[in-house]
Nanobody, 122 residues
């Protein structure tokens, strides 16, 4: 499993970013996918997940209504559209492959990759 997250950067509060995650090394269309983030000194936290066919989505409460997860199986890519960004959204963002169980549990994912840095200035 190889996952490459990209699209991070520096943005002002209230701005938007679209993160991409391109997958290889496994049958992408068979697996649910998730987005996570980890801020300095904090644990990695769940943000959003999408089922293998895009039919269902799950969001952590703090990003619901601001972040949108989507995927294109033909492109082997999952995206995270982030709007109305806040300084507290500053973190390294990761994508991962769901392995089963509860979608909100970080331990139920694998293949994290290097992540992409998002910095939101006030």
């Amino acid at each position: 499993v190889q996952l490459q997250a990209s699209g991070g950067g520096l943005v002002q509060a209230g701005g938007s970013l679209r993160l991409s995650c391109t997958a290889s090394g496994y049958r992408f269309s068979n697996y649910d996918m998730g987005w996570f983030r980890q801020a300095p000194g904090k644990e990695r936290e769940f943000l959003a997940a999408i089922t293998y066919n895009g039919g269902s989505r799950y969001y952590e409460d703090s990003v619901k209504g601001r972040f949108t997860i989507s995927r294109d199986n033909a492109k082997r890519t999952v995206w995270l559209q982030m709007n109305t960004l806040k300084p507290e959204d500053t973190a390294v963002y990761y994508c991962a492959v769901f392995t089963g169980g509860r979608h909100y549990a970080t331990g139920n994912y694998r293949g994290w990759g290097q992540g992409t840095q998002v910095t939101v200035s006030s």
